[in-house]
């Protein structure tokens, strides 16, 4: 599709016409080091998941952009090496590959591998159907693009339109791929102090996806705002609450509801609070999850099947807080947040930070402690991590 746009672009753009050409490149390398669950439920001595305990990881990500007036083109490619157990493993694909091509003031085409995320939540996004989980809460996490065309419609500042042809997720597509040849509305709005946008969705093999954001400046102080979905979901997991009752997996779950609410306070100093409630229909009950785990216990086979399909969240109410410095502020930023699960009560605390050395070298590290026991979500699989690592920006 890529081939095809950049063809399709090049062929109406004057050949007389220069090209402005930028690049520029963030290079990491960072161990992680991972003690895993003693007494874990779903994954008894590391025998199903087979989780590295210490990775090595070297990443270059590189930002290409070719343009002229009357097109753009967009390229991030990563190359990664990867050390896991003594294994070896090296990589390179297309985290985004896009060009845009403008019919009119108010009128463009885009095509390629693009990252659709939108919404101002930080834990999980109700609001997106590729990315419920996007990013945020990982710092290091680079997200991949979904493959496919849409045509957008800007006539002012205040409204915007588009309509998209999604091909399938993109590098993270496979042959069960729920969004593969999938039709994507989405309409925005903004306000002075305010933004709010419509998402509606609709792939060959599945029922229809709607999803609405909205977010409001009380002041410069205070921030507020939400997302709500209404989907479902493939390859689905269904866990009775009588333990005694095998699993099944749906090819598709019934509908529900998710929805989350947020509210930001930025303190006078630059730094910031957050905290967010979350609710996930598509979660389990606690009776739903207490019968997982019992039923994993009792039979390994029953593990890895509920360890291959467990549901994106496990659980329906969460709580997630986040306390963040000044980003303009100096040569250091950190970032401290809590996820708590409040049908299971496990915890995942997490801190991040990082310190400028100079202009171009930057240290960082990610700590992850979860708490819980091995029957509860966050503390199912790893008990702590830690990643330590550094960053050189080119040029």
């Given at each position: 599709?890529?081939?095809?746009?950049?063809?399709?672009?090049?062929?109406?753009?004057?050949?007389?016409?220069?090209?402005?050409?930028?690049?520029?490149?963030?290079?990491?390398?960072?161990?992680?080091?991972?003690?895993?669950?003693?007494?874990?439920?779903?994954?008894?001595?590391?025998?199903?998941?087979?989780?590295?305990?210490?990775?090595?990881?070297?990443?270059?990500?590189?930002?290409?952009?070719?343009?002229?007036?009357?097109?753009?083109?967009?390229?991030?490619?990563?190359?990664?090496?990867?050390?896991?157990?003594?294994?070896?493993?090296?990589?390179?694909?297309?985290?985004?590959?896009?060009?845009?091509?403008?019919?009119?003031?108010?009128?463009?085409?885009?095509?390629?591998?693009?990252?659709?995320?939108?919404?101002?939540?930080?834990?999980?996004?109700?609001?997106?159907?590729?990315?419920?989980?996007?990013?945020?809460?990982?710092?290091?996490?680079?997200?991949?693009?979904?493959?496919?065309?849409?045509?957008?419609?800007?006539?002012?500042?205040?409204?915007?339109?588009?309509?998209?042809?999604?091909?399938?997720?993109?590098?993270?597509?496979?042959?069960?791929?729920?969004?593969?040849?999938?039709?994507?509305?989405?309409?925005?709005?903004?306000?002075?102090?305010?933004?709010?946008?419509?998402?509606?969705?609709?792939?060959?093999?599945?029922?229809?996806?709607?999803?609405?954001?909205?977010?409001?400046?009380?002041?410069?102080?205070?921030?507020?705002?939400?997302?709500?979905?209404?989907?479902?979901?493939?390859?689905?997991?269904?866990?009775?609450?009588?333990?005694?009752?095998?699993?099944?997996?749906?090819?598709?779950?019934?509908?529900?509801?998710?929805?989350?609410?947020?509210?930001?306070?930025?303190?006078?100093?630059?730094?910031?609070?957050?905290?967010?409630?979350?609710?996930?229909?598509?979660?389990?009950?606690?009776?739903?999850?207490?019968?997982?785990?019992?039923?994993?216990?009792?039979?390994?086979?029953?593990?890895?099947?509920?360890?291959?399909?467990?549901?994106?969240?496990?659980n329906r109410h969460y709580l997630h807080a986040i306390w963040q410095s000044n980003f303009l502020d100096g040569d250091d930023y950190w970032?401290?947040?809590?996820?708590?699960?409040?049908?299971?009560?496990?915890?995942?605390?997490?801190?991040?930070?990082?310190?400028?050395?100079?202009?171009?070298?930057?240290?960082?590290?990610?700590?992850?402690?979860?708490?819980?026991?091995?029957?509860?979500?966050?503390?199912?699989?790893?008990?702590?991590?830690?990643?330590?690592g550094l960053r050189l920006a080119l040029p």
């Amino acid at each position: 599709m890529l081939g095809l746009a950049v063809g399709l672009l090049l062929a109406t753009s004057p050949p007389a016409q220069a090209f402005d050409t930028t690049w520029d490149a963030s290079l990491y390398a960072y161990p992680e080091h991972r003690s895993l669950a003693d007494s874990s439920v779903l994954n008894p001595g590391n025998q199903i998941a087979h989780l590295a305990e210490t990775t090595y990881t070297s990443e270059a990500r590189l930002n290409l952009r070719l343009a002229n007036d009357d097109f753009r083109l967009t390229l991030r490619p990563i190359l990664a090496w990867q050390q896991a157990d003594g294994a070896d493993q090296g990589t390179g694909y297309l985290a985004q590959a896009l060009v845009r091509l403008p019919l009119s003031d108010q009128t463009a085409l885009l095509a390629g591998r693009e990252v659709q995320n939108w919404g101002p939540a930080q834990f999980r996004s109700p609001a997106s159907p590729f990315y419920f989980d996007n990013g945020r809460s990982n710092p290091l996490r680079e997200l991949t693009g979904v493959d496919g065309a849409r045509l957008a419609w800007t006539p002012d500042r205040q409204w915007g339109l588009s309509l998209g042809w999604i091909q399938d997720r993109g590098r993270d597509s496979d042959a069960d791929d729920p969004w593969r040849d999938a039709w994507l509305l989405k309409m925005d709005r903004r306000g002075d102090d305010w933004a709010a946008g419509l998402v509606l969705a609709q792939a060959r093999y599945q029922n229809p996806f709607a999803g609405f954001h909205v977010q409001k400046s009380l002041d410069e102080a205070w921030l507020i705002y939400g997302e709500v979905a209404s989907s479902t979901r493939s390859d689905a997991l269904v866990s009775p609450a009588n333990p005694a009752l095998p699993y099944s997996i749906a090819d598709e779950s019934g509908r529900q509801a998710t929805g989350l609410l947020g509210i930001t306070r930025t303190l006078e100093n630059g730094q910031s609070l957050t905290l967010e409630f979350l609710y996930d229909g598509h979660g389990f009950s606690q009776d739903q999850s207490a019968a997982l785990f019992s039923r994993s216990a009792a039979n390994r086979a029953a593990a890895g099947l509920a360890l291959s399909h467990l549901p994106p969240l496990l659980n329906r109410h969460y709580l997630h807080a986040i306390w963040q410095s000044n980003f303009l502020d100096g040569d250091d930023y950190w970032r401290l947040m809590v996820s708590h699960n409040l049908d299971d009560h496990s915890t995942e605390l997490a801190g991040y930070g990082e310190h400028a050395v100079n202009g171009h070298l930057s240290l960082f590290a990610l700590g992850l402690w979860n708490r819980g026991g091995p029957r509860s979500e966050f503390a199912s699989l790893v008990e702590h991590s830690l990643t330590l690592g550094l960053r050189l920006a080119l040029p």
